[in-house]
């Protein structure tokens, strides 16, 4: 949903095909509209001083926050006739590598993208926008704002295999008002076939698959660089608490891994549990991954938080289906999820996403998973 009226916008534009459609998308009704270029830090990003060479969109692997990738945003920038500007959010990104250290070193299985569209995408940016006088910040996210209401509500995108509804939980109810998500009520071959129409060289570029910081998905390795002395060969566990083999570091694995662990027992084997205390891993059969129930805290609600039990839906990772579940609210920063069947794999430091239909209605940080 966009404006009706003629306004100020600062489009978080990554170099991806989704914020460079945003951004055309918004200058074509009329509003006045501002790029922007987050600078991050990562091992590929924008350097001071940094030219790029506007000539062609870059091909490879991707990130979000590359060299490449502020090549690309500054075109579509250039085409469009939009002011560009990179942001300097380095120091600020050092908090989510910290994050993302200190959650795997707690034996959790930390979630940045989500914290970084709370502390950056819809913290930090909304701040600068203010500076500006700019309206709205909008990003390329597949999910909706419906701001037809005094509280507005976060909706899922209409394109159920790319919703990012899951990931924008934590933004409070004061910033969806200024959040606009113009690519909402598109589906992915929607938002490229727009790019080609319009000539938006980025039109085929492939959808970025990593965390940006950690292009070569070792999440392991980048712990490691960062904390050397947290990683110390442990024991592997089976149900029974009997050493079948041993580990370099519990930071290696997450709840649910299947392939890497290094040990056969002749029969499928699954992470069940990390114990950074203790430093072991335990393995076990699938069975032993399931739970039905968790507890979250750290809640966000976009709703009144519920003051009895609530029959609703839940998301305990990205790339899971919701689930039909019930939620409490325990107190003012904890909740408590019974799922209806149970439910595989429930990782602590993931979050809990709660959703009544369409509507996503808070969350919370999974701190506990309760065994089937």
């Not at 502390?119 to 940016?125: A, I, N």
């Not at 909304?126 to 309206?135: P, R």
């Not at 991954?289 to 009895?308: C, F, K, R, V």
Request: with cysteine.
């Amino acid at each position: 949903m966009l404006p009706a009226k003629p306004s100020k916008i600062l489009v978080a534009m990554s170099g991806g095909v989704d914020s460079s459609v945003a951004a055309s998308m918004l200058k074509q009704a009329g509003h006045e509209v501002v790029g922007c270029f987050m600078r991050l830090g990562s091992e590929d990003s924008v350097e001071d001083g940094y030219t790029c060479d506007p000539t062609k969109v870059r091909e490879g692997k991707q990130g979000c926050c590359s060299v490449n990738d502020a090549d690309d945003a500054r075109l579509v920038a250039a085409m469009l006739d939009i002011p560009f500007y990179v942001l300097n959010f380095r120091s600020d990104f050092g908090r989510i590598i910290d994050y993302f250290v200190d959650e795997y070193n707690a034996g959790r299985t930390p979630n940045p993208c989500v914290r970084c569209n709370d502390w950056l995408k819809f913290g930090k940016l909304m701040q600068y926008a203010d500076t500006i006088d700019a309206d709205y910040v909008a990003t390329g996210h597949y999910a909706r704002v419906d701001n037809s209401a005094e509280v507005p509500k976060l909706l899922k995108g209409l394109d159920n295999a790319k919703d990012q509804s899951y990931v924008l939980f934590g933004s409070k109810l004061e910033r969806l008002k200024k959040m606009l998500l113009p690519i909402g009520e598109m589906v992915k071959p929607d938002v490229r076939a727009y790019a080609e129409q319009h000539k938006l060289p980025v039109f085929n570029k492939p959808d970025s698959q990593e965390i940006c910081f950690v292009p070569d998905n070792d999440y392991a390795r980048l712990v490691k660089e960062k904390s050397p002395d947290t990683f110390t060969a442990g024991k592997i566990l089976d149900r029974d608490g009997k050493q079948v083999g041993e580990h370099e570091g519990h930071q290696h694995f997450t709840i649910g891994q299947r392939r890497g662990i290094g040990v056969a027992l002749g029969y499928p084997i699954y992470v069940t549990n990390r114990d950074p205390n203790a430093n072991t891993i335990t393995v076990g059969t699938k069975d032993d991954l399931m739970s039905i129930g968790l507890t979250a805290n750290q809640t966000n609600w976009l709703i009144d938080p519920p003051t009895e039990p609530l029959k609703c839906e839940v998301k305990i990772r990205y790339n899971s289906p919701a689930v039909p579940a019930t939620v409490t609210a325990t107190g003012d920063d904890a909740l408590s999820v019974t799922f209806d069947e149970p439910v595989e794999a429930v990782t602590t430091g993931q979050a809990a996403v709660c959703y009544l239909g369409q509507q996503c209605i808070g969350g919370g940080w999974i701190n506990e998973a309760i065994p089937a």
